[in-house]
């Protein structure tokens, strides 16, 4: 039997964090190696945000440059792991039978926040990968409850990793510099969400605009949040931090796993 798998939420920052000489890079280049090898990886990026649930189902999807303005270097990276049009219908299946139907995508390919993290956790790209779109206008609730749907698969050796952000205010990213130090309001909601995460405070992790620290000022939009709670309600308990650092003074680019 394969390994249960952990499920993860890691922090993406910016597309050229594969490029980029800062310690989140060096930190995922290393994470492939210290968990066990997954059968197959269901990336939840904050970068696919949907009116309703969807999971990509090709059997080779391309790699997306859905970002515009950094180097050119960018653009000619690819990844090309393999799709896994079976493992989509049984997470289809899983999520039908929760309440939350999906539909199938044959056409969609990798954005950023699955390629990049993923082609520094496991750079050969030969191990599948499916994306499940978040629905960033639905309620938190909610994307607990497709991580829960989706935790058995855990049991049959498949990754589930999140990707957003612990924080996200994107419009103050370019008043910093990238090694800048963390600005406190920053600091203080990343350091709230660790806590509530060690905590397994569901309650405190769904009304995080209102009881996080500057909780609007650090997620002025949710789609880098609710990637988040899918990872959560998938990991089934109390999780921990696996890597703190900030990019542009504003990002924290924490890293948790739950199950691990």
């Known amino acids: 039997m394969p390994d249960t798998m952990p499920t993860l939420f890691v922090s993406h920052g910016a597309p050229t964090l594969v490029m980029d000489s800062v310690p989140t890079r060096d930190f995922l280049r290393g994470l492939g190696n210290e968990l066990p090898r997954p059968k197959a990886v269901i990336a939840v990026s904050a970068h696919w945000d949907t009116p309703d649930t969807r999971l990509s189902s090709g059997t080779q999807p391309h790699t997306m440059y859905d970002f515009y303005g950094f180097p050119d270097a ?85 990754l589930v990793m999140a990707s957003g952000n612990a924080t996200h205010n994107l419009r103050e990213v370019f008043s910093h510099d990238m090694l800048e130090a963390p600005v406190p309001y920053a600091k203080a909601f990343a350091d709230w969400l660790t806590g ?64 691990l």
Do not use: C
């Open 74 to 158: 960018l653009y000619e990276m690819t990844y090309a792991a393999p799709g896994a049009p079976e493992l989509a219908h049984k997470a289809a299946q899983l999520l039908e039978a929760a309440g939350l139907p999906a539909q199938l995508d044959e056409k969609r390919g990798f954005d950023h926040g699955a390629w990049v993290p993923l082609s520094l956790m496991y750079p050969q790209a030969d191990i599948p990968v499916v994306q499940l779109s978040i629905s960033s206008r639905k309620s938190p609730a909610h994307h607990v409850a497709l991580g829960r749907a989706l935790a058995p698969l855990r049991e049959e050796g498949v």
């Open 196 to 259: 509530r995460i060690e905590a397994n405070d569901e309650a405190a992790l769904l009304d995080y605009l209102a009881q996080g620290p500057n909780g609007p000022r650090n997620h002025p939009t949710a789609d880098h949040y609710v990637p988040l709670l899918a990872a959560f309600g998938a990991g089934g308990g109390a999780g921990k931090i696996l890597h703190d650092g900030y990019t542009y003074g504003v990002l924290s680019m924490a890293a948790y796993a739950w199950g």
